[in-house]
């Protein structure tokens, strides 16, 4: 098995800070000049369960009941013996995706951009028109799904991205980003202990800074969950299996945070949360050809994941115990 840099060299600073690298495709959906149309059934999400930004766009799509509107091909979680960092359809028959026909992510790239020299990454949105990939900014892609694709919610659809909440959840979700979702990436792959140290500080800082914030209340923003809620959730599910021993952000454990750990558990029992929520995949990811320091490819047999189906008693906290999503009010 190759092992591949999930960094580029520019990706790491001569201080050995760990910058990820900017997105290529960028162009919003919308019914605006020069942004891609919001049709039906044109588009195809190619993700892979381990990556986090992935998952978000799978959890919002699912909540949302975008299944017969935009279509999903799924990566391995093992990358493909090549000599750069490339996903691969090996779960699909004859090891290509049954819709677009391609063996690796990288084939879709490259027809939008025969030059394109950055990682190829997931999620990545492909205009099945042309085959080539129109869209992946993971950053604000289940913003789109929110706003744009509006006309195609199922019935009773959630209101995760709500119009008076929108500047506070902007704000959070920035701050959720480069602390915490980036943050145990920027100590994973720091090449220096002053950036691995100020990382990891990051990190607790802000995991100290939100298990009192949901000591009060059920959910990011309340009662109900938001946008933010699922950003954050995805690195909550990896911490534990992948980041704390993989990354060294090694201080607590997810199960040590009282508020942290009912609130993750709350979430995950929701099928859009833990329905694609893929441990298996997430650890042979990040253990078997992620890290360089596992050599012998040796899978952890830890930790126990049994206890994300115990009580939370997170309900509680709210004043809709009922309910966890709070419907379009139009």
């Known amino acids: 098995m190759a092992v591949v840099d999930h960094v580029t060299?520019?990706?790491?600073?001569?201080s050995g800070k760990f910058e990820r690298q900017p997105n290529r495709f960028v162009?919003?959906?919308?019914?605006?000049?020069?942004?891609?149309?919001?049709?039906?059934g044109r588009y195809r999400l190619l993700w892979a369960p381990v990556c986090p930004w992935a998952n978000r766009s799978i959890i919002v799509r699912e909540l949302l009941g975008l299944e017969d509107v935009i279509s999903v091909g799924t990566l391995d979680p093992i990358r493909p013996d090549v000599p750069w960092s490339d996903w691969s359809f090996t779960l699909d028959?004859?090891?290509?995706?049954?819709?677009?026909?391609?063996?690796?992510?990288?084939?879709?790239?490259?027809?939008?951009?025969?030059?394109?020299?950055?990682?190829f990454t997931v999620p990545a949105v492909v205009d099945l028109e042309t085959g080539a990939v129109v869209n992946n900014d993971y950053f604000n892609l289940t913003l789109y799904y929110e706003t744009a694709f509006r006309k195609f919610h199922k019935k009773?659809?959630?209101?995760?991205?709500?119009?008076?909440?929108?500047?506070?959840?902007?704000?959070?979700?920035?701050?959720?980003?480069?602390?915490?979702?980036?943050?145990?990436?920027?100590?994973?792959?720091?090449?220096?202990?002053?950036?691995?140290?100020?990382?990891?500080?990051?990190?607790?800082?802000?995991?100290?800074?939100?298990?009192?914030?949901?000591s009060d209340r059920r959910f990011l923003f309340g009662d109900y969950i938001t946008e933010s809620d699922i950003r954050l959730y995805v690195t909550l599910a990896r911490f534990d299996v992948a980041y704390f021993n993989g990354f060294r952000v090694n201080k607590k454990m997810l199960k040590d945070y009282p508020n942290l750990w009912g609130?993750?558990?709350?979430?995950?029992?929701?099928?859009?949360?833990?329905?694609?929520?893929?441990f298996d995949a997430i650890k042979k990811h990040y253990h078997l050809c992620c890290l360089k320091t596992n050599p012998k490819n040796i899978l952890p047999l830890g930790p126990d994941l049994s206890i994300w189906k115990e009580p939370h008693e997170r309900a509680r906290l709210s004043k809709d115990p009922e309910h966890k999503y709070r419907v379009y009010n139009d």
């Open 9 to 14: 060299s520019n990706e790491v600073k001569a």
């Open 156 to 214: 009773d659809a959630p209101d995760l991205y709500p119009v008076e909440l929108r500047d506070e959840i902007d704000s959070l979700n920035a701050y959720i980003f480069h602390d915490i979702n980036n943050g145990v990436y920027k100590a994973g792959f720091a090449q220096s202990q002053e950036a691995y140290s100020a990382a990891y500080k990051l990190v607790f800082d802000a995991f100290d800074t939100l298990e009192e914030r949901l």
């Open 93 to 119: 028959e004859n090891d290509r995706d049954p819709v677009l026909g391609i063996k690796l992510l990288s084939e879709a790239y490259k027809k939008a951009d025969p030059d394109y020299s950055g990682r």
């Open 27 to 40: 162009t919003p959906f919308g019914d605006g000049e020069g942004e891609l149309p919001v049709e039906k």
């Open 263 to 278: 609130y993750a558990r709350d979430l995950y029992e929701e099928h859009a949360f833990g329905g694609n929520t893929d």
